[in-house]
C-alpha cells in the first residue's frame, strides 16, 4: 500500500516511514505542511494516509478534508486529543504519539483493511 505521511517533525516523519516499510508499504512524503501534502496527493498514487493534525503554524484539516473527498482513508497520529480535532474528524481513528508498532497495524487494519 502507498501511505501518505504528514508530519512536520524530520525525525518522527522518519521513523514513522521506518515502521511502516517494516510493515511492507511505501512511503509518499513526508509532507512537512499542507501544501507539500497536497501536491503529494495530486502528483503520487495515494492508498492511505498517516497525517498529524499540528503542523507548526498550521493544521492537516485541509489535506484530510481533500482525502475525504478523493475516498482515500487515513488517520491522525498526533500529540492532540480526540476532542481537540475539529467535530468533522470525530469518526476518525486518533493515534496519539508516541506510537507502538502494534498500535500502527491495528490502525491501518481498521482504517484500510485488505
Known amino acids: 500500500m ?12 522518519y521513523d514513522l516511514a521506518d ?7 511505501r512511503i509518499v512524503g513526508p509532507g512537512m505542511s499542507a501544501a507539500a501534502a ?10 492511505l494516509a498517516v497525517l498529524d493534525f499540528n503542523l507548526r503554524e ?6 484530510a478534508d481533500a ?3 478523493r475516498g482515500i482513508p487515513f488517520f491522525f497520529l498526533t500529540g492532540y486529543r480526540r476532542d481537540a480535532l475539529p467535530d468533522r474528524f470525530s ?19 481498521v482504517v484500510a483493511p485488505q
Open 2 to 13: 502507498n501511505i501518505l505521511i504528514v508530519e512536520d517533525e524530520v525525525l518522527l516523519a
Open 19 to 25: 515502521l511502516l516499510e517494516d510493515l511492507g508499504h
Open 38 to 47: 497536497l501536491g503529494l496527493i495530486a502528483d503520487h498514487t495515494v492508498d
Open 58 to 63: 498550521e493544521t492537516s484539516a485541509p489535506v
Open 67 to 69: 482525502l475525504a473527498e
Open 91 to 109: 469518526d476518525r481513528v486518533v493515534l496519539a504519539k508516541p506510537v507502538r508498532t502494534s498500535e500502527l497495524s491495528s490502525a491501518l487494519r
